[in-house]
């Protein structure tokens, strides 16, 4: 079975500011994916960025990007340039390559944007 | 393009009753699962219906049974409803195949059992 763990409960970053979010995850699988969502306080899960275990590139969607550390089982999210939108509870989550949908989520860390 | 869709938006029963919670898939998608969130946790997954069957499933009873629909929208029913089935129920759609790929959400139900 596989675990993903959020070691952070809460956030806070100032407005334009960066900030790095952790994620840990534990499995045997050698092929999966790993993906961040967003949920804002209406509390709709949306899409954030999307990594593939095969790719050593690390993903990146405009001021988002990850670190993926294969051999640690990490996968960090940096969000860039702070916005007050980015104001949500931030998922990790786990699709092993052998699974019909099974995601499994972590946690979830709450992200505060200050102005 | 119609994102997923999900409804009624909240839902109140008392306890021993049961419930339908619906949801239609992303356009071109053919392949729903379900999730239950309780509130501050991350997501719990139900099950997983393609071509009209139960894929896969989680670690819930068999209170919790689902359909889907030759035009691939799906349903959810939780049989003799408890306090703690209160969470938000959560839709996503895909494509079919193993390991495929990104699920889209839909804005969820909100089930309070009194």
């Known amino acids: 079975a596989q675990t993903v763990t959020q070691s952070q409960p809460e956030m806070s970053v100032q407005e334009a500011e960066t900030v790095t979010l952790s994620c840990t995850y534990d499995t045997s699988e050698s092929n999966y994916y790993l993906f961040w969502y967003k949920q804002p306080p209406s509390r709709q899960m949306i899409l954030v960025i999307r990594q593939e275990a095969y790719k050593q590139q690390n993903a990146t969607e405009n001021r988002f990007s990850v670190n993926f550390q294969k051999a640690a089982k990490s996968f960090s999210l940096k969000i860039s340039d702070s916005q007050l939108g980015d104001t949500a509870m931030y998922f990790c989550a786990f699709l092993p390559g052998t699974s019909y949908g099974k995601l499994t989520f972590g946690q979830g860390t709450i992200l505060t944007v200050h102005p | 393009d119609a994102g997923v869709t999900q409804s009624p938006t909240h839902l109140i029963k008392t306890r021993g009753q049961q419930v339908t919670l619906r949801c239609s898939p992303k356009?071109?998608?053919?392949?729903v699962s379900w999730y239950q969130q309780a509130l501050g946790q991350g997501p719990q997954f139900i099950f997983q219906?393609?071509?009209?069957?139960?894929?896969q499933r989680g670690n819930f009873p068999d209170r919790f049974s689902g359909h889907q629909f030759p035009n691939y929208s799906s349903e959810l029913n939780v049989n003799a409803l408890l306090l703690g089935d209160s969470a938000l129920y959560l839709c996503?759609?895909?494509?079919?195949?193993?390991?495929?790929?990104?699920?889209?959400f839909g804005p969820g139900t909100r089930l309070t059992v009194l």
């Open positions: 356009s071109g998608h053919d392949t």
């Open positions: 219906y393609y071509e009209e069957e139960e894929r």
């Open positions: 996503a759609s895909s494509l079919a195949g193993p390991g495929t790929d990104t699920q889209y």
